[in-house]
């Protein structure tokens, strides 16, 4: 698993008001987030009228993908008529293997297909995405599963 960080900064030439500048933010931020599925944020110079720094990430299974959607956003920010890039840093941070993908010392998967399942999937490790309630009958924002055993919740 492979996160693209990119931390920018919008200049914009002579806003009037900070309504200008926050028309701006999120016409960029809809327009990044509608074409390339990417998570963005205004994070930094929130009161500042010229600068806008904002955050983009996205998650990928492959690293050189997810690099390539960078720079293409990148070359989209060069090409904005409404502001201009100014500095911005690209970082991937690479993750191993995801909680329940783990290996013995012979290099076989410790769970079965069947036992990850039964287990949540394997995202997000013992807690697993069943266990949080989302979906059928959830509701509630407990996790109903501690280490494979029940622990609240009546069904």
């Given at each position: 698993?492979?996160?693209?960080?990119?931390?920018?900064?919008?200049?914009?030439?002579?806003?009037?008001?900070?309504?200008?500048?926050?028309?701006?933010?999120?016409?960029?931020?809809?327009?990044?987030?509608?074409?390339?599925?990417?998570?963005?944020?205004?994070?930094?110079?929130?009161?500042?009228?010229?600068?806008?720094?904002?955050?983009?990430?996205?998650?990928n299974?492959?690293?050189?993908?997810?690099?390539?959607v960078?720079?293409?956003?990148?070359?989209?920010?060069?090409?904005?008529?409404?502001?201009?890039?100014?500095?911005?840093?690209?970082?991937?941070?690479?993750?191993?293997?995801?909680?329940?993908?783990?290996l013995?010392?012979?290099?076989?998967?410790?769970?079965?297909?069947?036992?990850?399942?039964?287990?949540?999937?394997?995202?997000?490790?013992?807690?697993?995405?069943?266990?949080?309630?989302?979906?059928?009958g959830?509701?509630?924002?407990?996790?109903?599963?501690?280490?494979?055993?029940?622990?609240?919740?009546?069904?």
């Amino acid at each position: 698993m492979h996160i693209a960080i990119l931390q920018f900064e919008l200049l914009i030439p002579s806003p009037e008001s900070i309504k200008d500048k926050r028309r701006v933010v999120k016409s960029v931020k809809d327009r990044l987030h509608r074409e390339h599925m990417v998570s963005v944020a205004e994070v930094k110079y929130l009161d500042s009228l010229n600068v806008a720094g904002m955050a983009l990430c996205l998650v990928n299974r492959d690293a050189k993908y997810a690099r390539s959607v960078i720079d293409t956003i990148v070359g989209k920010l060069r090409a904005l008529g409404d502001a201009q890039l100014g500095e911005h840093t690209v970082e991937i941070v690479s993750s191993g293997q995801l909680p329940g993908d783990e290996l013995d010392e012979a290099g076989n998967p410790i769970w079965t297909e069947e036992e990850r399942r039964a287990w949540g999937g394997g995202l997000g490790g013992a807690w697993g995405w069943a266990g949080w309630g989302f979906g059928r009958g959830g509701g509630r924002a407990s996790p109903r599963w501690l280490g494979g055993k029940r622990c609240g919740g009546a069904r």
